[in-house]
């Protein structure tokens, strides 16, 4: 297991920096040195715990929900990346067998094969048994998520493939830190929008938002203000990624969407509602399942008695 972990952290996981430590008054700079060794390896105990509590969701999600035979959408983030290392395990020990994955970016896609996992491309009406994958931010009761805030390696926005994909699978669970399932939902939502008016567009979409939020083009390589610089980033489609960045919390994420998607030019977004799903969420050590009925399950005790 940890050396599963490991693995992932260094090829999709950004953890949290721990924030420096301040000199107050006149404090010896041995007695600072001391402390902020202490701090160094508390800071890297609970970035350790962190991913550990990831692999128990994501051995958990494997372990409950995939059946040998199955056609698995592979979402993409860190915890997903950590359930395809342990989905390639599964089958090297033949507890699963006759699995073939869906992978929904290019970094998932490597990660499968270094699995040695059989995969297919994508296509529009692929039946999919089911998929998991990371969410940014889920609404808490709702289970509404929101999914393409990071930017990939690629600079490829993998959101829309990885949309297409749970809304494809007769099952879905988002993989999640606690600290991600909330009440109120801030920071980007991720609209693709036409490129032809693009910037008519964004202006209607900072119209409907006017006051909660900002509407920003992404660029492809580095940071660039609300034009995107130089650099935009344009998918294969031809398409433009704007970050509409709310800076109060959203009351209704459904809403949201409902209203992005009557704006002419909007392609689609980055929310995912309306979908029966579950959420397993890493919590304090244990892993929790939310289902589609909004009830909480405690399912830690089953990590480990499947695949093992």
């Given at each position: 297991?940890?050396?599963?972990a490991?693995?992932?952290?260094?090829?999709?996981?950004r953890?949290?920096?721990?924030p420096?430590?301040?000199?107050?008054?006149?404090v010896?700079?041995?007695?600072?040195?001391?402390r902020?060794?202490?701090?160094?390896v508390?800071?890297?105990?609970?970035?350790?715990?962190?991913?550990?509590?990831?692999?128990?969701?994501?051995k958990?999600?494997?372990?409950?929900?995939?059946?040998?035979?199955?056609?698995?959408?592979?979402?993409?983030?860190?915890a997903?990346?950590?359930?395809?290392?342990?989905?390639?395990?599964?089958?090297?020990?033949?507890?699963?067998?006759?699995?073939?994955?869906i992978?929904?970016?290019?970094?998932?896609?490597?990660?499968?094969?270094?699995?040695?996992?059989?995969?297919s491309?994508?296509?529009?009406?692929?039946?999919?048994?089911?998929?998991?994958?990371?969410?940014?931010?889920?609404?808490?009761?709702?289970m509404?998520?929101?999914?393409?805030?990071?930017?990939?390696?690629s600079?490829?926005p993998?959101?829309?493939?990885?949309?297409?994909?749970?809304?494809?699978?007769?099952?879905?669970?988002?993989i999640?830190?606690?600290?991600?399932?909330v009440?109120?939902?801030?920071?980007?939502?991720p609209?693709?929008?036409?490129?032809?008016?693009?910037?008519?567009?964004?202006?209607?979409?900072?119209?409907l938002?006017?006051?909660?939020?900002?509407?920003w083009r992404?660029?492809?390589?580095?940071?660039?203000?609300?034009?995107?610089g130089?650099?935009?980033?344009?998918?294969?489609?031809?398409?433009h990624?704007?970050?509409?960045?709310?800076?109060?919390?959203?009351p209704?994420?459904?809403?949201?969407?409902?209203?992005?998607?009557?704006?002419?030019?909007?392609?689609?977004?980055?929310?995912v509602?309306?979908?029966?799903?579950?959420?397993?969420?890493?919590?304090?050590?244990?892993?929790?399942?939310?289902?589609?009925?909004?009830?909480?399950?405690?399912l830690s005790s089953?990590?480990?008695?499947?695949g093992?």
């Open positions: 297991m940890d050396a599963i490991g693995a992932s952290v260094s090829s999709s996981a953890l949290r920096p721990c420096r430590l301040r000199r107050i008054g006149n010896a700079p041995a007695t600072v040195r001391r902020s060794r202490r701090h160094a508390t800071c890297a105990a609970a970035a350790d715990a962190d991913v550990v509590g990831l692999f128990d969701a994501a958990l999600t494997v372990d409950r929900f995939v059946e040998s035979g199955m056609v698995v959408g592979l979402g993409s983030g860190p997903s990346g950590l359930a395809i290392q342990y989905l390639g395990t599964r089958l090297r020990r033949g507890s699963l067998t006759g699995i073939l994955g992978p929904s970016s290019m970094i998932s896609a490597s990660e499968a094969e270094k699995a040695g996992i059989q995969v491309n994508y296509e529009e009406g692929t039946q999919i048994d089911f998929a998991f994958t990371d969410a940014d931010i889920i609404e808490e009761d709702t509404t998520a929101v999914i393409g805030r990071r930017k990939t390696e600079g490829e993998s959101f829309m493939e990885e949309k297409g994909i749970v809304k494809s699978a007769g099952k879905l669970a988002f999640i830190g606690h600290e991600k399932y009440k109120g939902v801030e920071g980007s939502i609209v693709l929008v036409k490129s032809a008016n693009w910037i008519d567009t964004a202006e209607e979409i900072d119209d938002f006017l006051g909660d939020a900002e509407v992404r660029p492809s390589i580095g940071t660039a203000g609300p034009l995107g130089d650099f935009p980033l344009v998918t294969k489609e031809g398409h990624v704007l970050d509409v960045i709310f800076t109060t919390p959203i209704d994420l459904g809403k949201v969407a409902e209203s992005l998607e009557k704006i002419a030019g909007v392609v689609d977004h980055g929310i509602s309306s979908i029966p799903s579950y959420v397993v969420v890493a919590l304090n050590g244990e892993v929790q399942v939310l289902d589609e009925r909004s009830s909480m399950l405690s089953q990590i480990g008695n499947q093992s």
